[in-house]
Structures are given as C-alpha cells and as structure tokens.
C-alpha cells in the first residue's frame, strides 16, 4: 500500500488561494492516477479533481471548474491541487487518493475506485 502525505491547507478569505500538494515515497506513484476528494462536516465525501497517470485527464467537479486545477510533477513525487477564487463553500478536509492503472484509463471519480488515501488536509474558507 502506498502511504499518501497530504500538505498546503490553510484559511484563506474568500477570493483567495491555497496549492495543495499529495507526495509519497514511493516511486511507483507515477503509475498511479490520483484523485482530490473533500468532506465537509455533515457531508458525504465528495469528487473535487484527477490526474490520469499519464498527466493527460483532468477531469474536475462542476462545483469547482474554472477554479481549480490539477497537476502532476513526476520528477517530484508530487499532485498538486491548485485552488483559486476560493468560496466559504469550499471549506472541508481535503483528501488525495491514488491507484494503481494502466496508461490509457481514465481517472475514476468514485471514492471506492482508490486504495491509498491520505489524511486529510484542512481548508477553510472565510467570508
């Protein structure tokens, strides 16, 4: 199991932005596609962005499009969240998850499709 390490929330004020970062040591996470997920206290977990492995899918939640983007830095280890114009609705614990996949597939949005998560990262959002 890859051990994922979360980093880069904060508070911000509305309008604002923050990067979130999702490393690990392990060199195999350039196979891997990754995915942000977000839960808000009261809510279910929920899609926010993905990276396929080979960097070429992005897909992204309508909640968050044109806002947010996603990235990944292989020479780092790293998928980047970056996070613009940020709204008090985008207040929750953020989440990277990651799987293993072959070159050509699609980034799954489905919580249940990743078994490596991380432990959160916090991001606030003030009026």
């Known amino acids: 199991q890859v051990q994922l390490v979360e980093s880069g929330g904060g508070s911000v004020r509305a309008g604002g932005s923050l990067r979130l970062s999702c490393t690990t040591s392990?060199?195999?996470?350039?196979?891997?596609?990754v995915a942000w997920f977000r839960q808000a206290p009261g809510h279910e977990r929920e899609f926010v962005a993905a990276i396929s492995r080979s960097g070429g899918e992005t897909p992204v939640a309508d909640s968050v499009k044109g806002r947010f983007t996603v990235s990944r830095d292989k020479a780092k280890n790293t998928v980047y969240l970056q996070m613009n114009n940020l709204k008090p609705e985008d207040t929750a614990l953020y989440y990277c998850?990651?799987?293993?996949?072959?070159?050509?597939?699609?980034?799954?949005?489905?919580?249940?499709?990743?078994?490596?998560w991380g432990q959160g990262t916090q991001v606030t959002v003030s009026s």
């Open positions: 392990r060199r195999s996470f350039s196979e891997h596609a």
């Open positions: 998850a990651s799987k293993r996949t072959i070159l050509t597939m699609s980034p799954d949005v489905e919580a249940r499709s990743y078994n490596n």
